[in-house]
């Protein structure tokens, strides 16, 4: 193509010694005669730049203007020569030490023929470093690896004429028309056009999702593959990755490095996205037009849910997805991880020890800032993103190897960086001097020390609820009518006392039936005693009999308890007021709570890790969620020893609005779970009883707040360190 040279090298093949880092060689290493120079775009202050293609490993190598003169001249062999060539010839002013920083990027890369033992050495050398036995590589490897399965240039070729017309722009205007007029069809049809998705809410709908998803990705590659070849570049592989088990199609797009057009590179790198949104056009407009099965469905898939997944994932410039390649392309600045790090590193260095050094590269004020954002924003993705693939290896392996791979996760991809850079700043520590950066940052790392170890936390919080000292809920026993109301709202009520008076048919229809049966039970009875041929039977009528009696005893108490009376003494609240005679009442129907005449009580949980900072008889304030009513003074009661297995305060679950996470488990019994004790929490919580001042009064309603105990101070490393702690000996049971 044009705009490419040969780099064959012309300068006597003389052995000479490696090159190091104190002095230039006599002669210079020939260039690998298969290496092609090409031009590349400007680069970002404006200066020309070319690009090395080292044919062999199919790896490019981007170059400034300054050591495309030094390679212009590198056949002329003798240092002296080519650096008097260059600064005599050109306006550029060249010196050893660029020359000598240029052959060892050579060097480094394979790019010089080695000849000579110390080039032998050190090629052995290189590659001893880079091999690794197969568990090592196996262990850094499995979450992230490809498999290339074909090498689809010669097809790709054959084929472009065919999809060309698929490029240009007047078929992308008509699928977006075609797209504009389904999205308005499905407009009409929008109540049955949703319902499709919840279609899908199903096993049968995810494995459907899920073909519908690899099948969009065949076209998107493809269209990498063709847009390359539409510019003149070779697809050498198209496979198959790996992420963390997740398997996903890939096309092997490099040699769009020999692109000049900074438009051209965008296009191949926004092609498979641009694929699957006309497919998405299409889509919604034939869902329209397709009958209900699976053909429709696949049509609400594509329009709807694949190709937005697409853009979120390809476009997420923290991955090396599309995303990454079309930022850097936009940008115009190539490695643009490996640059941005650099940066990143650097202004990090300069902010707290200002070290004084200057950047690793040169930029503008804008594509620093810009680089130094996306270098920052790539940190904090990438370690929650393995810290969360370290979790899921952890449970997606027996835990033995969970335990052990998620901690190579951890130790290889955050720690290991981490350590990295702490080592960088040790070694420069010898330039480390007393300045504004440097004093900000020892204040910056006492206040955080002090913060996370001194025990300023010495007020526990314990979630409660202030209440009557006696109170209980009332309920039916049964499902029945109510026939009298004795007591109304806010009546003061006796011990006893009839409150209301409910009737029942099929309880009076079971006490009818259980007479009957237990009459005609004594008739034959007294028949058999009479026979002495049916004296056999005796034994089994006797058994009836006493189960109907023990039946009808359960039934006269039910019957009993249909006139419902006052369990305690006090006052008559939270009837609800569209209670009324004749109505039908369910077991799960409160008929009022009793707020009793003794004083006020506090019950609330405490969480294990904070059980033993307090003890009986401390003091503390009761905060309640309402703010329109005052804090109450408080001291410690009774506290159990052992965790509570049930959380009896419903308004204390989170589910409620309550500082206490739980689960619901299911209870037969209505009256206990309206009372909390289907709510199992998910950590341990011990129950505290508490006690407020002598005159606070009885409250109507139970009021829900937060005790903050006045107990023994507590740093937050200390609490992380018990957390963690109680993790580990959660997890670590086999």
């Known amino acids: 193509m044009a705009g490419v040279m040969s780099l064959a090298a ?70 002296r020569d080519v650096l008097e060539r260059v600064n005599a010839a050109t306006p ?27 080039d032998l050495q050190d090629h052995l050398r290189r590659l001893a470093q880079q091999k690794r036995s197969p568990w090592s590589w196996l262990l850094h490897r499995y979450l992230f690896f490809r498999i290339p399965l074909v090498r689809p240039d010669g097809f790709l070729t054959a084929t472009l004429p065919l999809v060309r017309p698929l490029m240009r722009r007047g078929f992308m205007r008509l699928c977006l028309a075609l797209g504009i007029i389904g999205l308005l069809l499905a407009l009409r049809q929008w109540e049955t056009f949703t319902h499709t ?19 969009t990705k065949v076209p998107h590659e493809l269209a990498h593959g063709y847009m390359a070849k539409a510019y003149g570049c070779r697809v050498r592989t198209m496979g198959v990755a790996f992420l963390v088990f997740y398997p996903v199609l890939f096309t092997d797009t490099t040699d769009a490095w020999r692109l000049v057009s900074r438009r051209q590179r965008l296009m191949i790198g926004a092609a498979g996205m641009l694929a699957e949104v006309m497919l ?72 707290l020890f200002g070290f004084g050094a200057p950047p690793p590269e040169r930029w503008d004020r804008r594509t620093g800032r810009l680089l130094l954002l996306y270098a920052y924003s790539t940190w904090i993705w990438r370690f929650f993103l393995f810290l969360g693939i370290a979790i899921l290896v952890y449970h997606f392996f027996f835990k033995v190897l969970g335990l052990f791979l998620m901690a190579v996760e951890l130790s290889w991809f955050i720690a290991r960086p981490i350590a990295q850079e702490l080592a960088q700043w040790w070694q420069r520590r010898r330039a480390m001097r007393l300045n504004r950066n440097l004093i900000a940052t020892l204040a910056a790392l006492a206040g955080v ?29 049964v499902p029945a009518r109510l026939v009298d109301i004795a007591a109304r709202d806010s009546a003061q009520v006796q011990q006893g006392d009839l409150l209301y008076r409910l009737d029942s048919p099929e309880l009076e229809h079971a006490l009818r039936q259980t007479q009957k049966r237990i009459a005609l039970a004594e008739q034959l009875l007294r028949r058999q005693a009479a026979s002495a041929e049916t004296l056999g039977r005796l034994t089994v009528l006797e058994q009836e009999l006493a189960a109907d009696r023990t039946r009808l005893d359960g039934l006269r108490a039910q019957q009993a308890r249909l006139s419902v009376r006052a369990p305690i003494a006090g006052r008559l609240s939270d009837v609800p007021p569209e209670l009324a ?144 702690a109680a993790v580990l000996i959660r997890e670590s049971g086999f």
């Open 449 to 477: 020390v002090l913060l996370l170890t001194w025990p300023w936390q010495s007020r526990v919080p314990v979630p409660a609820v202030l209440q009557a000292g006696q109170h209980t809920a009332l309920f039916p026993p």
């Open 92 to 118: 550029v002013q060249v010196d050893a030490g660029q020359l000598q920083q240029l052959l060892r990027f050579l060097s480094a890369n394979q790019l010089v023929q080695t000849g000579g033992q110390l």
């Open 10 to 79: 012309a300068a006597p093949r003389a052995q000479s010694p490696a090159p190091g880092a104190g002095q230039l060689p006599d002669v210079l290493p020939p260039l690998r005669p298969d290496l092609e120079l090409l031009e590349a775009p400007q680069a970002a202050d404006g200066s020309p730049s070319w690009t090395i293609h080292d044919p062999v490993r199919n790896s490019f190598f981007r170059i400034g203007h300054t050591a495309f003169q030094l390679l212009a001249n590198w056949d002329l062999g003798d240092p």
């Open 280 to 351: 998405a056009l299409l889509a919604t407009f034939a869902w329209s037009f397709l009958p209900d099965g699976m053909l429709r469905s696949g049509a609400f898939l594509l329009a709807t849910v694949t190709w937005t997944m697409t853009l979120l994932v390809n476009l997420n410039p923290f991955m090396r997805f599309d995303g990454y390649y079309l930022l850097s392309d936009w940008l115009g600045v190539q490695n643009l991880q490996a640059r941005g790090f650099a940066l990143g590193r650097w202004k990090l260095r300069e902010l």
């Open 197 to 215: 998705f919840v279609s899908f809410l199903s096993w049968q709908g995810a494995v459907a999702f899920a073909a519908t998803l690899a099948v």
């Open 581 to 724: 005679t004749g109505q039908w009442i369910t077991r799960e129907q409160t008929l009022g709570r009793i707020i009793g005449t003794s004083p006020a009580r506090l019950r609330g949980y405490v969480r294990a890790r904070d059980v033993a900072r307090f003890e009986a008889g401390a003091a503390g304030r009761f905060y309640p969620q309402d703010p329109a009513r005052a804090p109450i003074d408080v001291r410690v009661g009774a506290r159990e020893t052992v965790n509570a297995s049930r959380l009896e305060i419903p308004y204390l679950a989170a589910t409620y609005g309550g500082g206490i996470e739980t689960e619901r488990r299911q209870t037969r019994d209505a009256a206990a779970e309206i009372a909390g004790s289907g709510l199992v929490p998910h950590t341990p919580v011990y129950r505290v009883e508490m006690a407020p001042r002598a005159d606070q009064a009885a409250p109507e309603q139970v009021v829900p707040g937060t005790v903050m105990v006045d107990g023994t101070g507590r740093s937050l490393i200390a609490r992380a360190w018990r957390s963690a």
